[in-house]
């Protein structure tokens, strides 16, 4: 384990444990930088640095660090307790953006390095989350790579990517585990799957659906990694138990799941807006709130269709906006696991425009 991963979190462990304020937490954190070796009297750390916007506006990064008079990182500090919720990342992601950086460094309840994809629309994502135990290993690794001695702005944006590769790879999988599983289909890709195999050794296809018939296949999300899928009967059935725990309205009659409750708002939000664009409709409905940003939450037919992602929006409930434009929403959502503080933050949006029942 890394020394100064030890020292830091002795040092901050006092200040954690209090909740101490943001200005005496943001001072400690400052004298913790210093034990990986950056310096407010090198001025390669400095705080409250005023980057100015426009005219007349400008932003305040609680610290920038500095690598040969360049800013690398620009770092927001909030209390201990705090959570970091899509207001504080929109915070650093100004940061990032008016430096035009890359990385941004949030530190708060914990430590999280943020990853901006080069060139496209996306917000940055948290690609990298360190927890304040001298026995998290990731702590070393945070050590490492900001060690100002090694610190090299190319090197740490490479390992970000690989990060933030790993990640999309992970939600592409789980996201193809849900539709196969845990979609209108999944009975039957199950099925397919058992009689590819049997067929495949050998047995006839008759046999092999008069036997079928007598299981029964259900399936459930685990609770946790060691709780086993059980296999029970009398028919084949898919449920996902936490997906159906709550249902949401808008006039307290009509309920939905989280995904067609997420089509029913833009149905209805379009409705009460009978002129508006498609880039009205993104303004409103924003990409970062979605479970994939690339895919968002309204996206045209054409797109969808080009992406082969019609398994991923609700295509046969499109949309034909006054203008002509065909729009999809967005069908992948959970209000569980993973996927579950996405679906929270959109519903605290759509709260903000609409009343929302549950049950």
């Not at 999309?168 to 196969?180: H, M, T, V, Y």
């Not at 018939?213 to 459930?220: G, R, S």
């Not at 138990?241 to 309920?255: H, M, P, Q, R, T």
Request: proline fraction near 4%; charge should be negative.
């Amino acid at each position: 384990m890394n020394e100064n991963w030890i020292e830091i979190v002795t040092t901050l462990q006092p200040y954690i444990k209090c909740n101490s304020t943001e200005t005496k937490y943001q001072q400690e954190i400052e004298n913790c930088l210093k034990f990986l070796g950056w310096r407010s009297s090198n001025k390669t750390m400095q705080s409250q640095v005023t980057i100015p916007i426009g005219n007349n506006n400008s932003i305040r990064p609680d610290i920038v660090l500095y690598k040969n008079g360049i800013p690398v990182l620009p770092i927001e500090i909030k209390r201990p307790n705090n959570t970091c919720n899509i207001k504080q990342e929109s915070q650093l992601m100004s940061y990032m953006r008016q430096l035009k950086l890359n990385i941004g460094l949030y530190i708060g309840e914990n430590i999280q390095l943020y990853y901006d994809t080069p060139n496209d629309l996306d917000n940055p994502i948290c690609v990298f989350k360190v927890e304040f135990r001298e026995g998290d290993v990731n702590g070393s690794i945070f050590c490492e790579m900001l060690s100002y001695e090694k610190f090299d702005i190319t090197s740490l944006e490479d390992s970000c990517k690989e990060y933030y590769n790993q990640i999309i790879a992970r939600n592409n999988l789980q996201e193809r585990f849900n539709e196969f599983f845990f979609s209108s289909d999944a009975n039957k890709n199950i099925v397919t799957l058992i009689k590819e195999k049997f067929l495949k050794e050998g047995f006839e296809e008759k046999a092999l659906e008069c036997e079928l018939e007598k299981l029964t296949i259900k399936i459930e999300r685990k609770q946790s990694y060691r709780t086993e899928q059980k296999i029970k009967k009398p028919e084949i059935e898919t449920t996902n138990k936490e997906y159906a725990k709550e249902v949401f309205s808008l006039d307290g009659i009509n309920y939905y799941g989280v995904g067609p409750f997420v089509l029913a708002v833009v149905k209805q939000y379009i409705s009460e807006h009978p002129n508006i664009t498609l880039e009205e409709l993104e303004e409103r409905f924003p990409s970062y709130l979605s479970i994939n940003r690339k895919c968002g939450i309204i996206r045209p037919i054409d797109f969808v269709k080009e992406r082969k992602d019609e398994g991923r929006f609700f295509t046969k409930d499109s949309i034909i906006l006054n203008n002509g434009t065909e729009v999809a929403v967005y069908s992948q959502w959970a209000n569980s696991g993973i996927y579950k503080q996405k679906f929270q933050d959109f519903l605290k949006h759509v709260e903000t425009f609409y009343h929302v029942y549950s049950k």
